[in-house]
């Protein structure tokens, strides 16, 4: 059984950072991918990056590449997700997930278990 809690969220202006960090309530990690998503208002969810929880491996869709970096600390269980150059395009709901899976990279939303509750980013122009 795996728990993920999203924290971090919040209202920004255009050009600004955030970080969000996604904290890991489970027996054994090592073994997953951990993935963030997000959903704006009448969109579908969207990947925005994935890390191998073991390797570091990281993986990222190209609309964030450059100026989201995904990172994991094993010590303390967390996820993070360190947001720069924000863009009003940015605004959506963002999810943590974990999925038990081989298969690399894994930008497919399907292929993820377990799901955090997730929180709300805004960026004003």
């Known amino acids: 059984q795996v728990q993920l809690a999203e924290t971090g969220g919040g209202l920004v202006q255009a050009g600004g950072s955030l970080r969000l960090t996604c904290l890991v309530s489970a027996r054994t990690f090592n073994k997953y991918t951990m993935g963030w998503f997000r959903q704006a208002p009448g969109k579908e969810r969207e990947f925005v990056t994935a890390?191998?929880?073991?390797?570091?491996?990281?993986y990222y869709a190209d609309s964030v590449k450059g100026r989201f970096t995904i990172s994991r600390d094993k010590a303390q269980n967390t996820g993070s997700l360190q947001m720069n150059n924000l863009k009003p395009e940015d605004t959506a709901v963002y999810y943590c997930?974990?999925?038990?899976?081989?298969?690399?990279?894994?930008?497919?939303?399907?292929?993820?278990?377990?799901w955090g509750q997730g929180t709300q980013v805004t960026v004003s122009s």
């Open positions: 890390i191998r929880w073991f390797s570091g491996s990281t």
């Open positions: 997930a974990a999925a038990e899976s081989s298969t690399w990279p894994l930008p497919g939303a399907h292929d993820y278990n377990y």
